[in-house]
């Protein structure tokens, strides 16, 4: 069997058990290595960074319109309700974001009512795919900008 050519040496010290405060290597190369994966970056792993497309979004009108977004499925409508005195709109996600934070800001003054004014309750839906965001005491649902960071 023909041996390998020797091409180059990582070299890590004259003693490996001693710690040597080097990069083991450094490159010029721009192309990928077969076979070499790299686990963790700078001490983090993939799972510690967002994903692209974990930053979400809706615009929500009080009719339950949803106009720009990311992360709702097309032609995704909220499901609005009155409770209690209080409008509770369901915004429907394509995907899980129970392991989200959602923060909501109105997109207009609310009508007269006892609520606060501008005032939202954020809150991850029961289903795991939804934000339930509530107007307190309005007396029609104002409509707001969603964000969902994940």
């Known amino acids: 069997m023909p041996s390998a ?3 180059g040496q990582i070299r890590f010290g004259q003693n490996p058990a001693q ?8 490159t010029n190369g721009t192309g990928l290595v077969k076979n070499l994966n790299a686990d963790r970056v700078d001490g983090k792993s993939a799972d510690d ?5 974990s930053l ?4 929500v009108g009080g009719d339950g319109a949803i106009g720009a977004s ?3 499925a097309n032609g995704a409508k909220a499901t609005v309700t009155a409770t209690g ?9 394509a995907g899980d974001v129970s392991k989200c934070a959602a923060t909501a800001s109105p997109a207009a003054a609310p009508s007269s009512g006892s609520g606060t004014p501008g005032q939202l309750v954020v809150a991850i839906g029961g289903d795991g795919k939804s934000v339930v965001v509530t107007e ?13 960071t994940c």
């Not at 710690?19 to 450094?26: L, R």
């Not at 979400?56 to 615009?59: D, E, R, S």
């Not at 307190?136 to 969902?148: E, I, K, N, T, Y």
Request: glycine content about 12%.
């Open 5 to 7: 050519a020797t091409v």
């Open 19 to 26: 710690p040597v405060d080097k990069p083991p290597f450094t």
């Open 49 to 53: 960074f967002l994903p692209a497309g």
């Open 56 to 59: 979400l979004f809706a615009v």
């Open 70 to 72: 990311r992360g709702v």
């Open 85 to 93: 005195g209080n409008q509770v709109i369901s915004v429907p996600f």
């Open 136 to 148: 307190p005491g309005a007396d029609a649902p104002v409509g707001f900008h969603l964000q969902v």
